[in-house]
């Protein structure tokens, strides 16, 4: 089915079904249903879509393996999902790096990243014997030799091809003026190899990059692939990873190729290049979990400025999702109670933070007989949501369960007032 009446389905769960009544389901649960139990708002998680995604990432890939960069969610749950479906798990700070452990994700399959690793972070990570280290610049190199980490420590480095991907100036990471990795062009790429290759205490085994996120454009791929494949190569090295970054549909009119289409393309195009299947890691992020997600929120005020504009406010906003305060980007908003109903109104989708700014869905489509009370859901928000959410406005953050098969379990808990005062002095 390509719509749940008015749902595009390319943007809604892969268990997401609509009832005779117009009512949206998740994993066999009725969406409102599931806001009575839990409250709201509320991030709801399809397993099944979670899993199929990770399935379907690393099918495309053959023999190469599929880090899942988890800064995108990262729950201890999702950390035991991706331990039972047996992907590594991209770390980039020791909170992450907890999450993955306690998650019971096998210490050789952690990847650690961080452009500023801490020495805490550093000896933490060699304590649990993470499976690599992602070296990012001189003074980390400086660092690990003061450690005296032996040569069981497997490293990469990061290398700033030079890349400019198509993507939004903020989350675009290849290029040559970056904080992130050792740049190609000025030659600090090849001094950190020869370094690194001539120190007693550390391994080279590969070399990393990645280009940005949501990215959606190939050729980006393509040249960042051609370069770091030659790299690694010449240098001598067995294992390569390109990163992630792939797009996903966030708005009803675009479409994007699926994850497991776009890890199948960099497995032909490395392996064109001269690597093996098994030299070869991916590390997406969003495209794993971001459509996996619906976040449902209550209406609260309706605002008519007749001839101007409609403010339909509900009970989150940047809080729970800052992207569209962050990056301008975009979402679709829809009554998950009512999906044969028109949406037939255009109004912009607010939170309720004391910022003008504080926009969800600028010109969101939703009936124009909405009222108090009713439930409204935007797709696509399993990414960088709750992830980057905050506590702004001392707003509790939401609870986020996770649906299959007709159970929901709750994975985070809602947020107390106790919760948010635990850190504040009694003065
Ligand atoms: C080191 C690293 N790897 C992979 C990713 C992939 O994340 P995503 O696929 O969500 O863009 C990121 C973030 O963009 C990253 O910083
Ligand atoms: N937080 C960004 C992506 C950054 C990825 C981290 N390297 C976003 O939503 O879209």
Request: net charge negative; glycine share 10%; hydrophobic share 45%.
């Amino acid at each position: 089915m390509d719509q749940l009446g008015v749902l595009p389905a390319h943007l809604a769960p892969c268990t997401a079904q609509v009832d005779t009544t117009g009512e949206l389901t998740i994993g066999g649960l009725s969406v409102s249903a599931l806001v009575e139990l839990y409250g709201s708002p509320l991030f709801i998680y399809d397993e099944e879509h979670l899993r199929a995604q990770m399935r379907a990432s690393a099918q495309g890939f053959g023999q190469g393996r599929v880090i899942y960069a988890s800064k995108a969610f990262p729950a201890v749950a999702m950390a035991r999902i991706v331990a039972q479906e047996g992907l590594f798990w991209d770390a980039a700070s020791l909170g992450e790096l907890h999450a993955a452990l306690r998650g019971g994700i096998e210490p050789a399959k952690i990847v650690l990243h961080g452009n500023n690793k801490s020495m805490e972070e550093l000896s933490a990570a060699i304590e649990a014997q993470v499976g690599r280290l992602v070296v990012d610049s001189f003074d980390e190199i400086d660092r690990l030799e003061q450690l005296g980490t032996s040569r069981a420590t497997r490293v990469w480095l990061r290398v700033t091809p030079g890349v400019e991907a198509h993507t939004h100036a903020y989350v675009r990471t290849g290029q040559q003026d970056s904080k992130f990795g050792f740049n190609l062009a000025n030659g600090d790429a090849h001094r950190a190899i020869a370094r690194v290759m001539a120190s007693p205490r550390l391994s080279l085994t590969g070399l990393h990059c990645h280009i940005g996120s949501q990215v959606f454009a190939l050729d980006s791929f393509r040249d960042a692939v051609a370069i770091m494949a030659e790299l690694t190569l010449e240098s001598g090295l067995d294992e390569l990873c390109v990163g992630g970054g792939f797009g996903v549909a966030y708005l009803r009119d675009e479409h994007v190729p699926s994850v497991g289409a776009w890890t199948g393309w960099l497995r032909e195009a490395l392996c064109a290049h001269g690597l093996q299947e098994e030299q070869i890691f991916v590390e997406p992020g969003r495209a794993i979990v971001a459509a996996s997600a619906v976040t449902v929120y209550t209406v609260g005020v309706i605002k008519r400025i007749p001839e101007v504009r409609t403010y339909v406010a509900v009970d989150g906003g940047m809080s729970d999702n800052p992207r569209p305060v962050l990056y301008g980007s975009g979402y679709e908003a829809f009554v998950p109670t009512r999906l044969f109903a028109p949406h037939d109104a255009t109004v912009a989708l607010v939170g309720k933070h004391c910022e003008s700014g504080d926009v969800l869905v600028r010109e969101a489509r939703l009936p124009s007989d909405l009222s108090v009370g009713e439930l409204v859901m935007t797709p696509v928000t399993g990414a960088y949501g709750y992830s980057m959410g905050s506590n702004y406005n001392r707003l509790p953050r939401p609870a986020v369960i996770l649906v299959r098969d007709g159970r929901a379990r709750i994975i985070v808990r809602r947020e107390t007032l106790d919760d948010l005062f635990r850190l504040e002095a009694d003065v």
